[in-house]
């Protein structure tokens, strides 16, 4: 199906970026806007849409990022901007924890349908992805009477105390050079995970992966210990890394025969990211609770905890909430971007994406000798860079890739535990010619960059 886009879309720079305009916001943002929130892209966006980013200095990038897996129906769907506009006409704010309105009922009832598994479902609302897994262990905890948590190498799961302590990677988000954000929140645990590109043993399968972490919980917790095991289904800031078949269903399993919470953290993989509603479905698993949020809502802040009936009901009333906490006017959006995701068939067009780009990625691989792997579902899609023909990992090849795509116009991000990794996140309403010329940029610039390494 064709798109109706309000912006053209068409990539096309008018300045050096970031353009003098983006340069005098920088300025301004100097004075006043704390040191510890970094920007990836220098340049100031003025509009949106489709798979265009529009800069304050009319510069037009072709965005392969989604502000980070978010904006999956574009960043003006016309159903989110409708949804939004009528609910603001109406009022912005009563607090559901006060006087509830629908919009609440609805998203939770979406989410309790669009989940997989039957059985009965509940949710709670939040603001954010970090929330939502605060908000899930909590329910874990109340509703085991234990204190423990798993979580894996490579994980992330946000930046708040405990989403710092469940997240595995140190600098930026547990601290800096020399300095850290710890105490840490207590009872996390860390797991391996299964990373088919980096095993010692490249004939561990996806089970026996599973039986390694089950030996570490066992002889370090044991499983009457545990309340919750959290786990990414495709880890999104640790490198887009695809667990070995197997090794999720295994872990749910283990979970059940201890009467541990599985908690599947989908706030990167969810909503049609992956190609399906959520991404536990490519291994037939039915987590016991899911954490959501980013694409949920076209951009408004928006998160909840969805699962089991009897886990959300384990809580006191009370127990949980938040001033905010499912907002009428992100309600409204969500309500629309679930419209569009299922009209537009986004699940269809993530897996078009993947068809599209997932051959030509692997050809640029085999072709420059940089790229170790190649990996993801859906439109979530990475390759890892490695020293040419060995394994190290390539952090500085992909900071050069990603400025020589900014020059060119495309917006791509990086993720990885060791930085090496660059991660395609486009709009799931992205065109395809739009989503073509962006991977020809990718790959000149990426040969570009690889034959610099073996020339020098
Ligand atoms: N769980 C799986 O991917 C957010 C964060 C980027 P919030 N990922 C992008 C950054 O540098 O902070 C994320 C996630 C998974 C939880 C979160 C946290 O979601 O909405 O950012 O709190």
């Known amino acids: 199906?064709?798109?109706?886009?309000?912006?053209?879309?068409?990539?096309?720079?008018?300045?050096?970026?970031?353009?003098?305009?983006s340069a005098a916001l920088a300025a301004r943002r100097e004075n006043v806007v704390g040191a510890g929130v970094a920007s990836a892209q220098p340049f100031y966006v003025q509009d949106a849409d489709g798979g265009i980013l529009v800069d304050v200095d009319g510069n037009a990038f072709i965005d392969l990022g989604s502000g980070i897996a978010v904006t999956s129906v574009?960043?003006?769907?016309?159903?989110?901007?409708?949804g939004v506009r009528e609910q603001a006409g109406h009022f912005t704010h009563t607090c559901f924890l006060v006087s509830p309105y629908e919009g609440y009922v609805a998203v939770c009832e979406a989410l309790a349908e669009l989940t997989p598994g039957r059985h009965a479902k509940k949710a709670v609302l939040l603001n954010s992805g970090a929330e939502a897994v605060e908000?899930?262990?909590?329910?874990?905890?109340?509703?085991?009477?234990?204190?423990?948590?798993?979580?894996?190498?490579?994980?992330?799961?946000?930046r708040t105390n405990l989403t710092m302590?469940?997240?595995?990677?140190?600098?930026?988000?547990?601290?800096?050079?020399?300095?850290?954000?710890?105490?840490?929140?207590?009872?996390?645990?860390?797991?391996?995970?299964?990373?088919?590109?980096?095993?010692?043993?490249?004939?561990?399968?996806?089970?026996?992966?599973a039986e390694?972490?089950?030996?570490?919980?066992?002889?370090?917790?044991?499983?009457?210990?545990?309340a919750a095991i959290i786990i990414e289904p495709v880890q999104g800031e640790g490198g887009f890394i695809v667990p070995a078949p197997g090794f999720l269903p295994r872990l749910a399993e283990?979970?059940?025969?201890?009467?541990?919470?599985?908690i599947a953290d989908e706030v990167q993989t969810g909503f049609c990211r992956t190609g399906a509603w959520f991404a536990s479905e490519h291994e037939g698993i039915v987590p016991d609770l899911i954490t959501v949020a980013k694409g949920m809502a076209g951009g408004?802040?928006?998160?909840?905890?969805?699962?089991?009936?009897?886990?959300?009901?384990?809580?006191?009333?009370?127990?949980?909430?938040?001033?905010?906490?499912?907002?009428?006017?992100a309600c409204a959006a969500a309500l629309g971007a679930f419209g569009t995701m299922r009209e537009a068939d986004l699940n269809g067009r993530a897996r078009r994406i993947e068809e599209i780009a997932r051959p030509r990625l692997e050809a640029l691989a085999a072709e420059t000798g940089v790229v170790g792997d190649v990996r993801g579902r859906g439109a979530m899609l990475a390759l890892e860079f490695v020293t040419p023909g060995g394994t190290e990992p390539d952090a500085e090849i992909v900071k050069r890739i990603i400025a020589g795509c900014r020059a060119e116009g495309v917006v791509i991000l990086s993720a990885g535990t060791y930085g090496n990794v660059i991660r395609l996140l486009p709009p799931l309403v992205i065109g395809e010619d739009l989503l073509a010329e962006a991977l020809d940029v990718l790959a000149a610039v990426t040969r570009a960059a690889a034959g610099a390494l073996t020339a020098g």
């Not at 089950?214 to 210990?225: A, N």
Request: zero cysteines.
């Open 1 to 21: 199906m064709t798109m109706d886009y309000r912006l053209e879309q068409k990539r096309s720079l008018r300045t050096d970026v970031p353009g003098p305009r």
């Open 74 to 82: 574009g960043a003006s769907d016309a159903a989110v901007v409708g």
């Open 135 to 158: 908000n899930a262990v909590k329910v874990a905890r109340i509703a085991t009477g234990r204190s423990a948590v798993v979580a894996f190498d490579h994980a992330f799961h946000g």
């Open 165 to 209: 302590a469940l997240t595995a990677k140190n600098a930026p988000y547990k601290g800096g050079d020399g300095t850290t954000f710890g105490p840490f929140a207590p009872e996390i645990y860390r797991a391996p995970m299964s990373y088919p590109f980096r095993e010692e043993n490249p004939e561990i399968t996806g089970a026996q992966a």
């Open 212 to 226: 390694r972490a089950i030996r570490m919980m066992e002889s370090q917790i044991g499983g009457h210990g545990i």
């Open 254 to 262: 283990y979970a059940r025969e201890q009467g541990i919470v599985f």
């Open 300 to 329: 408004l802040p928006l998160a909840g905890v969805v699962g089991r009936a009897e886990l959300l009901d384990a809580v006191h009333g009370g127990g949980l909430g938040g001033t905010y906490g499912g907002n009428p006017v």
